[in-house]
């Protein structure tokens, strides 16, 4: 293992936010790749890094760091000529080529149709993509470079998993990524159906340049580091950039980072929401795409700024500096990763690194930094294709309020509740994380629960219906648990943002008198938190000062802070401000105002002093202190069914 990061000296000149340049990127790729190498099988396929195994066994788990390891490498490769970018070559040349070899040594297990039951591994598809993707990026300088029968040997494993079916999401890419390699340099692609693929998922477009990651409401960073660059290569590959899908795609992509650049604080810290998030600088890989595209809404030296600050942030905080990418953010935290991440899986943060793709002399490389969108700007924007509100008053955080993303499945059959704390949260932030293990168990941070005899608190699970106009948004779900629904009772939310504040007002219907519980933001610390609750105000201050409260404005009657170990991916000790209260027989209203600062000084009192909420049946009006007010009925704001389920099925 390597251990120590060096890092050239900063041009603050040239980078006055970041001192980042060029070169920067190339110490990290390279010490990223030589912790990979150093635990090098003697033909590279088989090379086991440390950390977790899935079910899947070790092999699929080495085919994975060297597939998505390759994604780091290939710009490497492809943007210099230099020593390490030879070595680099020659190691994936040789690592590739062993593990597709038939009845090798170091050979990788083929991918299975994705049809239930499942005969073998289905994850050697996604590597495929990857590879392919990675073959791509560096065709003139390793594909070109091989021998005949090597070629043939590469072309033979990536058509078998460019012929297979797979899952009804982003995956319908991966096969597509193979086929489209294989197009590219006239190799055989009779049985494959990339085409019919990326139609498919062309069709899940939302607007504003998102997807949703298949047909439900699954809407995260897969936009980022699968969709919109698997699309992209897809159009390039197949010599379809100019059709009429192709310029589509860019106008989508262009879009896309325009919107989601404003998830990045000033500090580089990347809005932590939905799965997979192990991946990390991954998230910058369509903001590469479009630079290289030429469609980037954003100039040179602001894209520079935005992806050294990502970067730099996570080897600020010791990600790959003494070992390999291990799962978790800034530190190893394995509660925040989902099953079928492996001691591999980080890598697929290589995609990140793209834009070292681009000759040195490349605008991005050498125009000096511009701000980000986040650089003490206050914004607030409402996002009514995704069901978002991003919203940054100037003060370093950016926040999501989210009333579109569930990532569930709508019937209710199972036993399990299938939600995620990635998804399920009604806010995310930028510097704060939401509650797992435990914490999820509990599920307090932003979430409001109807609570059963045994103090269990309800799930949001599958949102029913969304809208947002302006900064207002909103949805209704249906309080759950164990996969039945809380019988005859439904949950209407809609916020209302303004600078470091949200209202969040609550329509609870429910045939019986239930307690409830809302939770503010989970925030985390290296060491206990400091806090306070009292009356109807809880609030909590962690790492930075970021400091989070709950706020009863009406309908609740206790406050409470609540504390976890091991349940935070920001830090080991975290805490959660919440108020309780009760409904009444029929409607019940509840009002609550979320505070998310940083601040040494915590004054509530001030905070609660910001608004003024009437309630009037089932009418909220919201008055801000800037002289902005905003009337809202609860029943109409959020169309839906307005169904809450057979009684039968419920608690």
């Given at each position: 293992m390597i251990r120590g990061l060096r890092l050239p000296e900063l041009d603050l000149e040239r980078s006055p936010s970041t001192g980042w340049g060029r070169e920067h990127w190339t110490a990290v790729a390279d010490h990223w790749l030589s912790q990979v190498r150093s635990f090098s099988s003697p033909e590279g396929a088989m090379t086991r890094l440390p950390g977790r195994v899935t079910e899947d066994g070790v092999r699929r788990e080495c085919m994975e760091t060297v597939g998505r390891s390759?994604?780091?490498?290939?710009?490497?490769?492809?943007?210099?000529?230099?020593?390490?970018?030879?070595?680099?070559?020659?190691?994936?040349?040789?690592?590739?080529?062993?593990?597709?070899?038939?009845?090798?040594?170091?050979?990788?297990?083929?991918?299975?149709?994705?049809?239930?039951?499942?005969?073998?591994?289905?994850?050697?598809?996604?590597?495929?993509?990857?590879?392919?993707?990675?073959?791509?990026?560096?065709?003139?300088?390793?594909?070109?470079?091989?021998?005949?029968?090597?070629?043939?040997?590469?072309?033979?494993?990536?058509?078998?998993?460019?012929?297979?079916?797979?899952?009804?999401?982003?995956?319908?890419?991966?096969?597509?990524?193979?086929?489209?390699?294989?197009?590219?340099?006239?190799?055989?692609?009779?049985?494959?159906?990339?085409?019919?693929?990326?139609?498919?998922?062309?069709?899940?477009?939302?607007?504003?340049?998102?997807?949703?990651?298949?047909?439900?409401?699954?809407?995260?960073?897969?936009?980022?580091?699968?969709?919109?660059?698997?699309?992209?290569?897809?159009?390039?590959?197949?010599?379809?950039?100019?059709?009429?899908?192709?310029?589509?795609?860019?106008?989508?992509?262009?879009?896309?980072?325009?919107?989601?650049?404003?998830?990045?604080?000033?500090?580089?810290?990347?809005?932590?929401?939905?799965?997979?998030?192990?991946?990390?600088?991954?998230?910058?890989?369509?903001?590469?795409?479009?630079?290289?595209?030429?469609?980037?809404?954003?100039?040179?030296?602001?894209t520079r700024r935005l992806a050294s600050g990502v970067l730099s942030r996570f080897t600020d905080k010791g990600v790959g500096v003494d070992g390999p990418l291990g799962l978790g953010w800034y530190e190893p935290f394995e509660p925040m990763c989902q099953d079928y991440s492996g001691f591999g899986s980080p890598y697929l943060a290589g995609i990140g690194f793209l834009g070292l793709a681009l000759p040195a002399d490349a605008p991005v490389w050498t125009q000096p930094e511009q701000e980000q969108p986040s650089d003490g700007n206050a914004f607030q924007a409402g996002m009514?294709?995704?069901?978002?509100?991003?919203?940054?008053?100037?003060?370093?955080?950016?926040?999501?309020?989210?009333?579109?993303?569930?990532?569930?499945?709508?019937?209710?059959?199972?036993?399990?509740?299938?939600?995620?704390?990635?998804?399920?949260?009604?806010?995310?932030?930028?510097?704060?994380?939401?509650?797992?293990?435990?914490?999820?168990?509990?599920?307090?941070?932003?979430?409001?629960?109807?609570?059963?005899?045994?103090?269990?608190?309800?799930?949001?699970?599958?949102?029913?219906?969304?809208?947002?106009?302006?900064?207002?948004?909103?949805?209704?779900?249906?309080?759950?648990?164990?996969?039945?629904?809380?019988?005859?009772?439904?949950?209407?939310?809609?916020?209302?943002?303004?600078?470091?504040?949200?209202?969040?007002?609550?329509?609870?219907?429910?045939?019986?008198?239930?307690?409830?519980r809302e939770g503010g933001f989970a925030v985390a610390d290296a060491e206990p938190l400091g806090g306070d609750a009292s009356d109807s105000t809880a609030w909590v201050r962690g790492a930075e000062s970021v400091t989070a409260a709950v706020i009863g404005l009406h309908g609740w009657d206790e406050a409470v802070v609540f504390r976890y170990q091991g349940a935070n991916a920001m830090g080991p000790h975290s805490a959660t401000p919440a108020l309780f209260g009760s409904t009444v027989h029929g409607s019940s209203v509840f009002v609550t105002l979320h505070v998310l600062t940083t601040t040494e000084d915590p004054r509530p009192d001030e905070w609660a002093s910001a608004v003024d909420v009437e309630v009037a049946g089932s009418t909220v009006r919201v008055r801000w202190t800037n002289g902005s007010t905003v009337d809202c009925d609860l029943v109409t704001f959020v169309p839906w069914d307005h169904h809450t389920g057979p009684k039968s099925a419920n608690l």
């Open positions: 390759f994604l780091l490498a290939a710009p490497r490769i492809a943007g210099a000529s230099d020593a390490a970018a030879e070595e680099q070559l020659e190691w994936y040349s040789r690592a590739l080529l062993a593990g597709t070899r038939p009845g090798g040594d170091e050979e990788w297990p083929t991918g299975v149709t994705c049809r239930t039951p499942l005969p073998g591994v289905t994850n050697s598809i996604v590597e495929a993509a990857n590879i392919a993707f990675g073959l791509h990026v560096t065709r003139e300088k390793l594909w070109d470079r091989l021998g005949r029968n090597d070629q043939r040997q590469l072309a033979t494993w990536l058509l078998h998993h460019a012929r297979a079916e797979v899952w009804q999401n982003n995956w319908q890419l991966f096969p597509a990524m193979a086929e489209g390699f294989l197009r590219s340099v006239g190799e055989d692609v009779s049985g494959t159906i990339g085409h019919r693929n990326v139609a498919r998922v062309e069709s899940w477009y939302l607007g504003d340049g998102w997807y949703t990651d298949g047909p439900e409401h699954s809407i995260d960073y897969y936009n980022a580091w699968a969709i919109h660059p698997y699309l992209w290569a897809w159009y390039r590959m197949t010599d379809t950039v100019d059709t009429l899908e192709g310029q589509r795609h860019l106008e989508r992509l262009a879009s896309f980072v325009g919107s989601y650049s404003r998830m990045f604080a000033p500090d580089g810290s990347v809005l932590h929401f939905g799965r997979s998030l192990t991946y990390r600088t991954a998230v910058l890989a369509s903001l590469w795409c479009a630079e290289i595209s030429g469609v980037n809404p954003l100039s040179p030296g602001t009514p294709d995704t069901g978002f509100v991003l919203a940054s008053p100037g003060d370093g955080i950016v926040r999501l309020v989210n009333h579109g993303t569930d990532h569930v499945g709508i019937p209710v059959g199972r036993d399990v509740d299938s939600d995620d704390p990635h998804y399920a949260k009604f806010a995310y932030s930028t510097h704060t994380a939401p509650g797992t293990a435990q914490a999820w168990n509990d599920n307090v941070d932003s979430h409001f629960a109807l609570l059963d005899d045994d103090g269990n608190a309800s799930r949001r699970s599958a949102i029913r219906g969304s809208r947002v106009e302006g900064t207002v948004a909103g949805s209704v779900h249906l309080p759950q648990l164990y996969r039945k629904l809380f019988d005859g009772c439904s949950v209407t939310t809609v916020s209302f943002v303004e600078g470091i504040y949200e209202v969040r007002a609550h329509l609870v219907e429910s045939p019986v008198v239930r307690r409830v």
